[in-house]
């Protein structure tokens, strides 16, 4: 979890690949569902369309049907959900069912200043500064609150520095040495 900017999909991955678990994006998940034009993701695409949030219970039942495939039996890595308080529950009831629960939450932090500054350098044409600051702002009304929910399994990690150095302070808050690999 963490901001914009704050480099979640880029340490996911890298995680993924070093402890031999799909990292699960929910942005992967919404392009997958809308480009193959599944019942979920019609239904995604109306909201994405119109600018607005999916709503929590079309990405939970991705969340879930994504969970449900053989290579996530070992583990997952989330990228992207839960975003809100009600996701959370939701993700708490996938894993009871299937008698699972989460062995930590990872939390990216980083000053603001870098993380506008990292999303400008994207050069993406949909990210100006105004637009990033309200990311930020939604993400600490939205997000933020779901670091309560899961206090006791947060490890929090300053994501400034070298994509290296990032990955370093990564595997070190989950108690992994550097070289971890499950593969």
Do not use: C, N
């Not at 975003?83 to 959370?88: D, E, G, K, L, N």
């Amino acid at each position: 979890m963490g901001p914009p900017g704050a480099g979640k999909g880029t340490q996911a991955e890298i995680l993924s690949r070093r402890l031999g678990v799909p990292h699960v994006s929910t942005g992967d998940l919404f392009r997958d569902h809308v480009g193959r034009r599944t019942p979920l993701g019609r239904e995604a695409a109306r909201f994405l369309d119109a600018g607005e949030l999916v709503p929590d219970r079309v990405t939970t039942d991705m969340v879930r049907h994504r969970l449900e495939q053989p290579d996530a039996a070992r583990g997952f890595l989330l990228d992207g959900f839960p975003r809100t308080v009600r996701q959370a529950h939701a993700l708490s009831a996938i894993l009871s069912a299937r008698g699972e629960a989460l062995d930590a939450v990872v939390e990216f932090t980083a000053p603001e200043e870098v993380l506008v500054r990292r999303l400008l350098a994207r050069g993406r044409p949909d990210d100006t500064e105004d637009v990033i600051r309200h990311r930020q702002r939604v993400h600490h009304r939205e997000t933020v609150p779901v670091l309560g929910h899961y206090s006791g399994l947060v490890r929090t990690v300053e994501a400034v520095g070298t994509v290296e150095e990032i990955t370093a302070r990564t595997l070190s808050a989950l108690g992994l040495p550097e070289g971890v690999s499950t593969r």
